[in-house]
């Protein structure tokens, strides 16, 4: 398994986040992945996390180690590198169609806020559970809201040969302490697609608060 280094992906992300170690859309942390292996259903999803959380630990212990070179050792050890045991991790099958589905904006208030003709609306009962895609899209905690137009825009450039056939799991997220922020609050989320067209793997994280 290895990461993508290139794709238009990256470009269109950038319009939206310009960190350049994550792809971000929104709320949703995207990893690109290909692996040499031949495809093995839900166990080549398990390895597609595995190489990620991999990587987010691995980063999770250089920021921390950076932190100590600017701050000191007092700041740097107040941060903990992230664990996670994949093995706890459960999947579920998801349908393209459902996955992918996209609410039409019906208002948006005075504020700015839109409301949407969507079944699913955030409330007490749902915060710091899963979410939907498109509200992770288009819905962050801070910063640009994103619109119908836009989760278009991302998954067409993600998924070029359409969705159909796409091979999508969403995961539990008590796995690992990374999702410890959005269970607080906005949500957590973990999904895994397998594209047999391109013979590749995103990986979408959602782990945010207020």
Known sequence: MHEIEHDAFYDLAQQYDSDDEHHVVGEVDYHLLCDEKPYEGLKSHRAALRFVFDWLVKKSREDQEEARKLWGDDHADRLHPW??????????ALDPHEFFYCPNIVKVDYYGNARYDAEWKPNDDNFGTTVPYWYALMEPVHGRNN???DFRKVNETLFPSGTDDLEIYTWSTDWSDYFDAGHEWYGACCWSVYDKSLSRYVVMLVSATD
């Open 83 to 92: 664990v996670y045991d994949i093995d706890k991790a459960q999947p579920a």
């Open 147 to 149: 619109k119908p137009e």
